[in-house]
């Protein structure tokens, strides 16, 4: 069961800026704990896009950008492009009892 | 060249059980937690399991916790998940993941390519 919960889907047009939500609460995000962002193309396993809120691991494209305040987080895309389209997910680790590594519901981008 | 590369899936009956297994190279595996997340069809991302470098903290999703079981054996460079009681609701691609650093809430840096396992009678 997630806990983390994202839009199901966005869509932009060629060059235009999209943001990705992710809401926690204070036993995720709201406790501090980093953010982090996955990139899953059709087809294809997950591949990290953001650590540690904002960070962009090597070869990474500085078109996207992650930002985290209180018990959110964002994924924001800017200058989309058509190989973005994508399903998106932010991860976190959750102090409850419940679970100790969350997943949120998922984004699906559309390039229109 | 990193790489993790699952294997083990396949088609089974429910109640019945599966071993999956990970073989890592490129990187030093007994530096690394690992772990387990799953996929089912069509479906958004599932956190299984997680080990850390020495097999000393183990964790579970409640939805597997008391049928699934995580090991690894750091001398062959390998993950494990033994599944028992397997339900229809286990059905989903199985992928393994290495995390990037040493905190608990460190990124998930490497996954493999998955592999599918299918819960059906």
């Known amino acids: 069961q997630s806990v983390l919960t994202q839009p199901p889907s966005v869509s932009g047009a060629p060059g235009q800026r999209v943001t990705i939500s992710c809401t926690g609460s204070s036993s995720n995000i709201g406790a501090g704990y980093d953010v982090h962002w996955y990139q899953q193309l059709p087809g294809t396993a997950p591949k990290l896009l953001i650590y540690g809120n904002s960070n962009r691991p090597s070869g990474v494209p500085d078109r996207f950008s992650g930002s985290k305040s209180g018990t959110s987080a964002s994924l924001a895309i800017t200058g989309l492009q058509a190989e973005d389209e994508a399903d998106y997910y932010c991860?976190?680790?959750?102090?409850?009892?419940?679970?100790?590594?969350?997943f949120g519901t998922g984004t699906k981008v559309t390039v229109l | 060249e990193v790489q993790l590369v699952e294997s083990g899936g396949g088609l089974v009956q429910p109640g019945r059980s599966l071993r999956l297994s990970c073989a890592a190279s490129g990187f030093t595996f007994d530096d690394y937690a690992m772990h387990w997340v799953r996929q089912a069809p069509g479906k958004g991302l599932e956190w299984v399991s997680g080990i850390s470098w020495n097999s000393g903290s183990i964790g579970y999703a409640d939805s597997v916790k008391g049928r699934f079981t995580i090991s690894r054996d750091n001398a062959k460079n390998s993950l494990y998940l033994q599944m028992n009681s397997l339900r229809a609701e286990d059905t989903a691609l199985y992928y393994c993941a290495k995390v990037s650093g040493y905190d608990l809430d460190d990124a998930f840096d490497i996954w493999g390519q998955g592999t599918m396992v299918t819960v059906s009678s």
């Open positions: 991860q976190s680790y959750d102090s409850s009892l419940s679970g100790l590594y969350v």
